[in-house]
């Protein structure tokens, strides 16, 4: 708003109160104004729900996409007859029968500890000692206090000062150096521990350029009692399994994957292997379908059929001063809802998406075309097309003719009559997505550009406003001009007068 500075006289010589004469005629003046700013804060709002909406489509999006893939209805269920050798988890590739598996060895990595207690680490008040004075056979080797020993493991040469470290600084350097070990120590026993960090062959730990025998040199004379040669790799082992008549199958770890069944390796054993159809993880995914379509479904009706009352209009900067803010709430409330009451873009994707639940699909090689037919079905015309599901025969379906029910909604197609009915719905919501973000725009846009409808309307409008800004106060300006013009004249009026009555009781007084 553009503001003019002038001085202005408020009053002082007519005894009227300018101020409030001009701020009542500016009121009638700035009605313009104020409708516009009305007519902008509708469109912010109707902006504010059309994204709402997109919101929601983009969620059912989400779940129609992982619908229409055949994964989700290639679920299996998986048994291991005897879970203290092996737990299995199936994947959707798996298939359908019984395997028998044998565990041969299991996946193990290397640890490394004191065979014997070590000395304490803490003097008798609780302080921590330093390698020098906690391990007093460094001495008894010719080592002083304020020597360093190097010791290389893995192949990364670490340094520990006899004067500064403590055994719990040594445990902190090596879990420090990234060496594929780590290091601890249990301050209850009395004991340290070198742990490989992984399993399988690869897994090692080799100590080399120990020449102060800290780590190495055997069980008997290395400082930390551990039962490592110096320069000897010891490694872990992999796990190995035989799958039917594929035998010594090996892993790095107590994990494997065959033929889509991800195993669990516990012990050495036998165990046998029986995959089926999850029938009840593919009744949970066709749920959430279905639950999620209703909910999207609801969401758009509850727009397209919300009550406009169109008593209740923006409320102007005015209006807001006289009221609390709870009033404020409750009346914004009113005005803005109904505001996309019969909204035709919205009425077109309720149909659409009413129209793909209750189509034929065509040309599929199953016995299902249509979703009834599984039992999922509307019931009353009351309640806006809301599926329900029959479970039962959900599940007898699925037990007669899974690839059937994986047809019906995952069938690909260029042809729109042969496409599945999650193909369908995905591309209505991400058509209506498209619309709404058209019309509306996107809320996730990282441009700082709407080049929407109504984006365009409201940067339009804000153009307009700021003119009648402009104008309002040149207006404003003018009116204060007029009254001073006024003030001055009646001012000079009163100084005349003034000057008249004094001529004239000078005349009186003479006489």
Same mark, same amino acid.
């Given at each position: 708003?553009?503001?003019?500075?002038?001085?202005?006289?408020?009053?002082?010589?007519?005894?009227?109160? @300018?101020?409030?004469?001009?701020?009542?005629?500016?009121?009638?003046?700035?009605?313009?104004?104020?409708?516009?700013?009305?007519?902008?804060?509708?469109?912010?709002?109707?902006?504010?729900?059309?994204?709402?909406?997109?919101t929601a489509?983009?969620?059912?999006?989400?779940?129609?996409?992982?619908?229409?893939?055949?994964?989700?209805? +290639?679920?299996?269920?998986?048994?291991?007859?005897?879970?203290?050798?092996?737990?299995?988890?199936?994947?959707?590739?798996?298939?359908?029968?019984?395997?028998? @598996?044998?565990?041969?060895?299991?996946?193990?990595?290397?640890?490394?500890?004191?065979?014997?207690?070590?000395?304490?680490?803490?003097?008798?008040?609780?302080?921590?000692?330093?390698?020098?004075?906690?391990f007093t056979e460094l001495g008894v080797r010719g080592l002083l206090s304020t020597d360093n020993i190097t010791v290389n493991i893995n192949g990364t040469a670490l340094e520990f000062d006899l004067d500064q470290d403590t055994i719990g600084t040594v445990v902190f350097k090596i879990n420090n150096a990234d060496l594929g070990v780590k290091a601890s120590y249990d301050?209850?026993?009395?004991?340290?521990?070198?742990?490989?960090?992984?399993?399988?062959?690869?897994?090692?730990?080799?100590?080399?350029?120990?020449?102060?025998?800290?780590?190495?040199?055997?069980? +008997?004379?290395? @400082?930390?009692?551990?039962?490592?040669?110096?320069?000897?790799?010891?490694?872990?082992?992999?796990?190995?399994?035989?799958?039917?008549?594929?035998?010594?199958?090996?892993?790095?770890?107590?994990?494997?994957?065959?033929?889509?069944?991800?195993?669990?390796?516990?012990?050495?054993?036998?165990?046998?292997?029986?995959?089926?159809?999850?029938?009840?993880?593919?009744?949970?995914?066709?749920?959430?379908?279905?639950?999620?379509?209703?909910?999207?479904?609801?969401?758009?009706?509850?727009?397209?059929?919300?009550?406009?009352?169109?008593?209740?209009?923006?409320?102007?900067d005015a209006q807001k001063e006289e009221m609390s803010d709870d009033e404020i709430e409750k009346w914004e409330k009113e005005a803005r809802s109904g505001l996309l009451r019969n909204d035709t873009l919205l009425q077109n994707a309720i149909s659409n998406f009413r129209g793909a639940m209750s189509r034929v699909i065509e040309n599929i090689d199953g016995q299902y075309d249509l979703l009834s037919q599984i039992g999922i079905s509307t019931q009353s015309y009351t309640d806006n097309g809301k599926l329900y599901i029959d479970e039962t025969a959900l599940r007898e379906a699925l037990t007669k003719d899974p690839d059937g029910v994986k047809e019906l909604f995952t069938n690909s197609s260029s042809s729109e009559d042969e496409k599945g009915i999650a193909y369908q719905l995905y591309d209505i919501a991400s058509n209506g997505i498209k619309y709404i973000s058209d019309k509306a725009g996107s809320s996730s846009s990282f441009s700082t550009v709407d080049n929407s409808y109504i984006g365009k309307r409201l940067t339009a409008m804000e153009q307009e406003i700021e003119d009648w800004e402009e104008k309002l106060a040149d207006i404003e300006e003018r009116y204060y001009k007029k009254f001073t013009t006024m003030e001055t004249l009646i001012n000079k009026m009163n100084t005349q007068s003034s000057w008249l009555t004094s001529q004239f009781g000078t005349s009186s007084s003479s006489e």
């Amino acid at each position: 708003m553009t503001v003019i500075n002038t001085s202005r006289i408020s009053g002082l010589a007519s005894g009227m109160d @300018i101020d409030t004469i001009v701020s009542d005629m500016m009121r009638a003046e700035s009605i313009t104004l104020d409708k516009l700013e009305q007519q902008k804060q509708i469109l912010e709002w109707q902006q504010e729900d059309y994204r709402s909406l997109n919101t929601a489509l983009y969620t059912f999006k989400d779940t129609a996409f992982s619908t229409k893939l055949e994964s989700t209805f +290639n679920q299996k269920g998986a048994i291991s007859s005897n879970t203290a050798v092996a737990g299995v988890t199936a994947g959707a590739n798996a298939t359908e029968g019984t395997y028998a @598996i044998t565990v041969n060895s299991l996946a193990t990595g290397v640890i490394k500890g004191s065979t014997t207690e070590l000395v304490n680490e803490k003097d008798a008040s609780g302080n921590a000692l330093t390698l020098y004075n906690q391990f007093t056979e460094l001495g008894v080797r010719g080592l002083l206090s304020t020597d360093n020993i190097t010791v290389n493991i893995n192949g990364t040469a670490l340094e520990f000062d006899l004067d500064q470290d403590t055994i719990g600084t040594v445990v902190f350097k090596i879990n420090n150096a990234d060496l594929g070990v780590k290091a601890s120590y249990d301050n209850d026993l009395n004991r340290f521990f070198l742990t490989t960090t992984t399993t399988g062959t690869d897994s090692e730990i080799t100590i080399s350029a120990d020449t102060a025998n800290f780590f190495s040199n055997g069980s +008997n004379s290395s @400082i930390l009692k551990l039962n490592v040669d110096e320069g000897v790799s010891y490694n872990g082992q992999n796990a190995s399994i035989d799958f039917g008549d594929a035998t010594g199958l090996e892993s790095a770890t107590n994990t494997i994957t065959v033929n889509g069944l991800t195993l669990n390796l516990k012990d050495e054993g036998s165990s046998n292997i029986t995959v089926t159809r999850d029938i009840e993880a593919i009744v949970g995914s066709i749920k959430r379908f279905v639950d999620s379509y209703n909910q999207t479904l609801s969401t758009l009706y509850s727009k397209v059929k919300e009550e406009r009352d169109r008593d209740y209009t923006p409320l102007t900067d005015a209006q807001k001063e006289e009221m609390s803010d709870d009033e404020i709430e409750k009346w914004e409330k009113e005005a803005r809802s109904g505001l996309l009451r019969n909204d035709t873009l919205l009425q077109n994707a309720i149909s659409n998406f009413r129209g793909a639940m209750s189509r034929v699909i065509e040309n599929i090689d199953g016995q299902y075309d249509l979703l009834s037919q599984i039992g999922i079905s509307t019931q009353s015309y009351t309640d806006n097309g809301k599926l329900y599901i029959d479970e039962t025969a959900l599940r007898e379906a699925l037990t007669k003719d899974p690839d059937g029910v994986k047809e019906l909604f995952t069938n690909s197609s260029s042809s729109e009559d042969e496409k599945g009915i999650a193909y369908q719905l995905y591309d209505i919501a991400s058509n209506g997505i498209k619309y709404i973000s058209d019309k509306a725009g996107s809320s996730s846009s990282f441009s700082t550009v709407d080049n929407s409808y109504i984006g365009k309307r409201l940067t339009a409008m804000e153009q307009e406003i700021e003119d009648w800004e402009e104008k309002l106060a040149d207006i404003e300006e003018r009116y204060y001009k007029k009254f001073t013009t006024m003030e001055t004249l009646i001012n000079k009026m009163n100084t005349q007068s003034s000057w008249l009555t004094s001529q004239f009781g000078t005349s009186s007084s003479s006489e």
